[in-house]
């Protein structure tokens, strides 16, 4: 009975984590709109210039070294937890002093790299923020280790909420006042800190009624199992902030001399608009389908009930209809929804190939995730990084001929390149087939019926609407994504390529397993 009571008490634990995980994506999603809506194109730049060195180490430590601590403090005997917390803590101690010293004492150099010298000011601010997020890191790994999940999903909401809140009224105390640009983007980047402060006071109670004193010694065998732990669980979750990392040294330096100085600056704001776009199509695609990861490690430890192949093959087939769906139906209006978020149509083009890294970005996170649960990180990790070079040298080849367009391509070629490769180690780790012919077929054909019908419901509507500008892109997109939404959905549910019972298994899928079921009344639920 103790032991029910306690599975459930963790499963419940688990899902409120996942619906905070939710929460947070979605806040940093949305946030970037009304922040570029406030410092324009050229101030969103300064931000997303200097944005990946402060995120890349939050999510390292918030994320990788928390589940990395967890790991190890519950696989291993009680009385070996001191000594893990004493090198876990040694070691963030010496993660964070490293990084607020690169950031801070190394900030003129590394603006002077990405060719923005005035980026200084806010690598300093970034130095302060980081310090924050070690103790945050510990914290979170305690606490998870223990199966306390529910201060643990408070604080990321709170820290996230408290981050948005200081970066929009940041923003908009900075142009309302006058002050630089950089004077917000500093504000924006020096958020961080202030949300991993918040996050840290609310966990402190919870965090000091279950510490342990960190007795003995540094271990470095430990050190190392930490650190590399740490860095591959958390590589697929930085591999879109190591891709825009690349882009922050190489964009806008191959932009400002053909362009010169400000345009090049706005060109990097425009490209930078496609961040909160397909940050948004990927929660889509993969909020519902990463909560099966966990169900496909329970099944193979019980080897009994379903198959864990039934949830893999879902998990994937799901993650590719929903990212599809979100990337075709982005190319369908990309030029009102960018209007309609950004003020301007500028870009839509360059921002219509960044937005089919959905696609590839949702397989690579679904493939991660059940590959770390058979143990296997080393390839992926080493996939990611193969992606990470072809992106580098695709910025360089391909920015100076196409501009932002080729920095979007060289993104996309990095991460096809991923998905592919992961799909073939994958096969040979566990030979699945993902999905049969039906199902591509019916996939490009309600592809085929949602771009029928958006298009010519814009072209019928366009000419008739009594306004133009930005107010008609917000009424297009306000009808025309629900519409090719709608239509996508019926043709994918009339073929039922998604079973009922299948969507029972996914959170949230009763609805569209009544859908099916009235649209198939005469079929049978299989």
Known sequence: MTAQHSMTSFLKGAALLTLAGFIVKLLSAVYRVPFQNLVGDEGFYIYQQVYPFVAIFGIWTSYGFAVAVSKLLAEQHDSKHAGILRTATWLMVILSASSFAALYFGAGMLASWMGDPLLAGLLRAGAFAVVFMAPLAMMKGRLQATGNMAPVATAQVTEQAVRVAVILIGAFAAVSYGLSLYVAGQVAIAAAGAGAFAAVLLLWRSYRSQRERPIGTFDRGMAKNLLFTSLSVSMSSLLLVLFQLVDSFTVYRLLEQPLGTEAAMEQKGIYDRAQPLVQFGILLATSLTLSLVPLIARTMQEKSGRSPALYASLALRVSVLFAVAASAGLTLVMPYVNEALFKTPDGSVALIVFNWQIVSMSLVLVLTAILYGFGKIRVPALLLFIGLILKSVGNLLLVPLYGITGAALAGN??????????????????????????????????????????????????????????????????????????????????????????????????????????????????
């Open 413 to 526: 070629i990095g991460l096809v390149f991923i998905a592919a490769a992961l799909i073939w180690y994958f096969k040979k780790v566990w030979p699945l087939q993902f999905a049969h012919a039906r199902f591509y077929g019916w996939l490009t054909a309600a592809s085929v019926a949602m771009t029928i019908a958006v298009y010519a419901f814009v072209k019928v509507l366009v000419p008739l609407l009594p306004w133009s500008g930005r107010w008609e892109a917000v009424f297009i997109t306000l009808t025309a994504v629900p519409l090719g939404a709608a239509v996508f959905l019926l043709v994918a549910a009339k073929s039922r390529i998604i079973t009922e019972r299948e969507w029972y298994i996914i959170p949230f899928g009763r609805r569209l397993a009544a859908l099916q079921l009235a649209l198939n009344p005469r079929k049978k639920r299989s």
